[in-house]
């Protein structure tokens, strides 16, 4: 496998070809706690300034939103600020739906991100997956060109 055939890796308990169809859930108690002692690389979505801004400005959304807004508490972690562009370069998503993490890279994806992950995955009994098929152990890490 190539590092550059690695896109957009999710994490979760299972193999699947279709999200919704994924039976064991990731636990969102676990999600929380893993982001909250990796404080030090990850933010919490919510307390950037455009988190803050939204909770403090909810009134001025459509009604449709709020619940989106308000139910998203630690949905999502951030990583990698890129102050020359404004953004972070890193997405997860916790969808308690579907039980899985989706992460969203803005940068090329490196044996280091895929071995976070891996340790964040090891937390949480789960796999690094690509295309939700393939399994991304330490030795598919090691051996990628």
């Known amino acids: 496998m190539k590092l550059k055939n690695i896109k957009n890796p999710s994490i979760a308990k299972e193999i699947y070809e279709q999200a919704r169809f994924v039976q064991n859930k990731l636990s969102y108690e676990k999600w929380v706690e893993y982001i909250d002692a990796h404080q030090n690389y990850f933010t919490w979505e919510d307390d950037t300034p455009d988190g803050i801004y939204r909770r403090e400005h909810i009134d001025e959304y459509p009604e449709w939103a709020k619940e989106g807004i308000l139910n998203s508490r630690k949905g ?26 989706t992460t ?9 991100h895929l071995k976070r992950l891996l ?8 796999y690094v997956l690509n295309n939700g098929k393939k399994i991304i152990d330490k030795r598919i890490i090691e051996s990628l060109e």
């Open 76 to 101: 999502r972690a951030l990583a990698e600020f890129n102050k020359r562009k404004g953004w972070y370069e890193i997405d997860l998503a916790f969808h308690g739906n579907f039980g899985i993490i």
């Open 104 to 112: 969203t890279f803005q940068k090329r994806i490196t044996k280091e």
């Open 119 to 126: 340790d964040f995955a090891d937390y949480l009994n789960a």
